[in-house]
């Protein structure tokens, strides 16, 4: 969401994260970070500094934009778009990123100002198959992006809790249409309390998921209270990948320097710039989610960070992430 975006450097990175749990066989972990739409061209290669705090994947978000209530996506033609979310940006991005031997992600996502795609409906039909029309297009162009770079996974969408179910049939000719042209992974990111209503999984290589969990409503959990809190969701998570015999790839991840930030981070946004920073607590909070998660199933751990802001501490917490099997990892 646009409102985590963070500016340093010239670049804007959002407190994204990519992992896995493992379920069947082990694969190479995936740590990523999502860089989002500098507005500029990069003043300087960003992607050795991302590489070097561990990263093996990016994910690039070209966003489009929507009116509340109104079909449309658009994406074309907009004179205040940023560099980085426009074609050339991603071209740049993925060709500097495939000269770091990283990994990429095209994560195509809409926003809406002032509400959520997750909200978004439709009464008439005829909006509906104009919003079809052109999301369509919007993903069918950078899924061509995509197998023209070799690009190695898409994400066709993000978080439409309404849409993907009562437009299912859309979104199946949507995915056989891009597998006729792109032969890489594809996902679709479902929010953290509706991806076990998705009726779409069995179509996808991955159940993805916006992790943004609430764990506590306490302002300073300590580290007893976030495992007690992770326990009831890791339950269902592995359940749910079982069950669908799939795995779970989290596509989005992360907490705000602030204090409260275990529980509804989403609502804590709205008055963020009334809220002091609390280093501290964010670093409590990933160190903690890599350390849990990293007993999962083979212990696909990542990192997390958010670009040239924590190069220093993700060296740090690097050096901390607990093994599956209790021992201390120097570095990934």
């Not at 049939?169 to 792109?182: P, V």
């Not at 179509?203 to 580290?223: C, K, M, N, R, V």
């Not at 903690?288 to 220093?312: P, R, T």
Request: proline share 5%; glycine share 6%; charged share 20%.
């Amino acid at each position: 969401m646009r409102s985590l975006i963070y500016s340093l450097s010239g670049m804007l990175v959002l407190y994204l994260i990519l992992s896995l749990v493992n379920t069947n066989k082990p694969l190479q972990k995936i740590k990523g970070i999502s860089m989002v739409a500098p507005p500029e061209v990069f003043p300087e290669d960003p992607m050795p500094s991302i590489k070097n705090i561990g990263a093996n994947w990016i994910a690039l978000i070209p966003y489009a934009f929507s009116s509340p209530q109104k079909p449309e996506v658009r994406y074309h033609g907009l004179d205040w778009q940023w560099w980085g979310e426009r074609e050339e940006g991603i071209r740049e991005s993925i060709r500097l990123a495939k000269l770091q031997n990283m990994h990429v992600m095209l994560k195509p996502q809409v926003y809406i100002h002032k509400s959520w795609v997750g909200s978004m409906d439709f009464q008439l039909e005829s909006d509906w198959l104009i919003w079809e029309h052109d999301y369509r297009n919007y993903i069918l162009k950078f899924a061509k992006l995509a197998a023209e770079l070799n690009v190695e996974m898409v994400c066709i969408a993000t978080e439409y809790n309404i849409a993907v179910i009562k437009r299912e049939s859309f979104f199946r000719k949507l995915i056989l249409e891009i597998r006729s042209l792109y032969k890489g992974k594809i996902c679709y990111s479902a929010n953290w309390d509706h991806y076990s209503e998705v009726p779409i999984w069995d179509a996808l290589d991955y159940i993805g998921i916006s992790a943004y969990f609430p764990l506590t409503e306490q302002q300073t959990p300590t580290a007893n209270e976030l495992n007690k809190a992770w326990q009831n969701y890791l339950y269902k998570l592995e359940s749910f990948s079982r069950k669908l015999n799939k795995q779970i790839l989290f596509t989005e991840y992360g907490y705000l320097s602030v204090d409260g930030s275990g529980g509804k981070g989403w609502e804590i946004e709205k008055i963020l710039r009334l809220t002091p920073s609390i280093k501290w607590l964010k670093q409590l909070l990933t160190k903690h989610y890599l350390k849990i998660y990293g007993n999962m199933n083979g212990g696909l751990v990542v990192f997390y960070g958010n670009g040239f802001q924590m190069v220093k501490a993700m060296r740090v917490i690097l050096k901390k992430i607990i093994h599956p099997k209790g021992k201390l990892l120097k570095r990934y």
